[in-house]
């Protein structure tokens, strides 16, 4: 708290500012100590050798029986890139239910199904990209439906345009 605090005076000039602006630097010193210790407490939880608060949503997700302990947990973790493959699988459901993941070797996994668009299939891959580990080989068998974004359909009707100026009295 003094080190915000300190930071906070430093913008100033050398003058006396009175108890308002201490009492003032104080909240704002507790408030800045406060979310420090949030986010020390965040990035705990975030993996599982240090989590404290979440280990059953942690074995949950690392399908990991709570008789084996921690050190199960931990090895599970460092061993699949942080998650398994079913809580993978899970990931891309959510997002895409017609896409199929399935497991083809130690390390290695295809994709299949189809999406709709193409961007659809490049937010697959940026999904595939950000949580699978990086070791593992992935084989892409994906439909994409559509060529671009934007689906077009519906009926049309044409017929004789009139273009020019359109004299009165004629």
Request: glycine share 8%; with cysteine; hydrophobic share 40%.
């Amino acid at each position: 708290m003094a080190i915000v605090k300190k930071a906070l005076y430093s913008l100033l000039p050398d003058i006396s500012f009175g108890a308002y602006l201490n009492a003032l630097f104080d909240a704002i010193a507790a408030s800045a100590e406060t979310l420090r210790e949030y986010l020390q407490e965040t990035i705990a939880e975030s993996n599982p050798s240090t989590a404290d608060e979440t280990l059953d949503e942690w074995r949950s997700a690392l399908e990991v029986d709570d008789a084996l302990g921690n050190d199960a947990l931990v090895g599970t973790y460092a061993s699949t890139g942080g998650q398994s493959y079913s809580y993978l699988h899970e990931q891309l459901q959510s997002e895409y239910p017609n896409i199929v993941l399935t497991v083809t070797g130690v390390f290695a996994y295809t994709i299949s199904g189809y999406v709709n668009t193409s961007s659809d299939f490049l937010r697959v891959q940026a999904l595939v990209d950000r949580l699978f580990p990086l070791y593992d080989v992935c084989t892409y068998n994906v439909t994409t439906l559509s060529g671009s974004s934007v689906a077009r359909c519906g009926l049309g009707i044409t017929g004789a345009a009139i273009t020019g100026n359109l004299e009165e009295d004629q």
